[in-house]
């Protein structure tokens, strides 16, 4: 069973970083793409960056130059540094993998359970 474990949520103050990460678990060959996402209070999910196996990356324009995401692929863990944080970035954040191979097959998507980010002004 393929599990994802955010870490290195909490609260900081605007214009403070934090580093996620999020540590996929579960007999893993390989893992095609990684993302984050989060959900702020009384908004919708949206993605926010995402990694390919390639190491392209993707960001949202809301993160574009403040955060960046990267990864180890021999510890398949992803991470997300936040910097230059703002009270807009307060969400809970998620990750997710894409066409993860397994000794068992593949698992088109997983996603963990969440880490709350608070960002006070």
């Known amino acids: 069973q393929v599990q994802l474990v955010e870490s290195g949520g909490g609260l900081a103050q605007a214009g403070g970083s934090l580093r996620l990460s999020c540590a996929a678990s579960g007999s893993i060959v390989s893992i095609i793409g990684m993302r984050w996402h989060r959900q702020g209070p009384g908004k919708q999910r949206e993605m926010v960056a995402g990694?390919?196996?390639?190491?392209?990356?993707i960001y949202s324009d809301s993160v574009k130059g403040r955060f960046t995401i990267s990864r180890d692929g021999a510890k398949n863990t992803v991470y997300l540094q936040m910097n230059s944080l703002k009270s807009e970035d307060t969400a809970v954040y998620y990750c997710?993998?894409?066409?993860?191979?397994?000794?068992?097959?593949?698992?088109?998507?997983?996603w963990g359970q969440g880490t709350l980010v608070t960002v006070s002004s």
């Open positions: 997710s993998g894409e066409g993860v191979y397994t000794g068992r097959g593949v698992v088109d998507e997983v």
């Open positions: 990694i390919t196996s390639g190491d392209t990356t």
